[in-house]
């Protein structure tokens, strides 16, 4: 079956790639000129069609011939200096991406990678696919521009596309250490003293999944899920602090001693923004990080279970696979107790 992948030089699109040539797929892969090109080459042989999700007459080349599309692009980040460009590849992206399935008309099944985030916060309890985002704020323009995107998906299988809604959580694993991986940067200032202590109280909980477990969820979305239907592929719903006690038990070190309370890494926030605004590198931590960490982000995944055959693994089981990665590439130091 011939595939096509956006974002397929990112963290989930590149591991995806590699998944379905394993799997006997003809993987085409929209990717920029200008794009890393090492990693998704590793996976085997893969058709590049060069184009942006922005630019219209590429996404026709791209999907012309392809049956089943994977629309993992997305601008992930929890800030950025110009906003507009959540919106311009996040919502305006889609929008090209259905226009063109329109237009070839050969399009089959269309998997789109949606967020967590487009469902809204969860503050005192688990939610499933039916909870709405209730709009009363926003704590980045990221989770604004997927709330965006998620209604136009939601319209285009309301008017007869073929399209599957997929609601990744945090995703985490070995991989691309993309902006999207922000389990393993929180281990490396974690290991290497630069955050010595744990964010808050501990009541931010967020729903973490492994990168793995998310591809196989995409394929088996692909391959069972129902049209215009919505797929939690989350998993443990977990805090900042479990992982960094998880982290101790696996590594056989202390956990931290100390609470860093949200308005001292608010500051600290406000500081790294001023500073990327000076040398144009995004920081690790801004303000929108901290919004997020105030509130629940707890999910149930039962209906993908069920209907896909999801099976996320624990928390522990996936850090005790991404630590010792960590480890054998010099990103993280530590001496067991």
Known sequence: MKVLVTGATGYLGGRLCAALLRDGHSVRALVRRTSDLSEIRRGGVIELAYGDVTDYHSLVDAVSGCSVIFHTAAVVEPWLPD??????????????????????????????????????????????????????????????????????????????????MVYPGVIYGPGKLTAGNIVAHLLIERFNGRLPGYIGKGSDKCSYCHVDDVVQGHIAAMDKGQLGGRYLLTGENASVMHIFDIAAIITGTGSPRVHIPLW??????????????????????????????RHQWAYSCEKAKIELGYSPRSLKEGLEEMIPWLKSLGLIKYREN
């Open 264 to 293: 001292a890494i608010e500051v600290y926030g406000w500081l790294s923004v001023l500073f990327s605004r000076i040398t144009g590198r995004l920081p690790l931590i801004s303000p929108p990080t901290v919004y997020v960490l």
């Open 83 to 164: 906003s507009s460009k959540f919106f311009s590849v996040n919502v305006g992206g889609l929008e090209n991406l259905l226009r063109a399935a329109r237009e070839t008309n050969t399009v089959e099944k269309i998997i789109y990678t949606s967020s967590f985030f487009a469902l809204g916060p969860t503050d005192g309890h688990v939610a499933d696919e039916s909870q709405v985002h209730h709009q009363r704020f926003f704590c980045t323009e990221y989770e604004k521009s997927k709330l965006e995107a998620d209604k136009l998906a939601l319209r285009a299988a309301s008017e007869g596309l073929p399209i599957v």
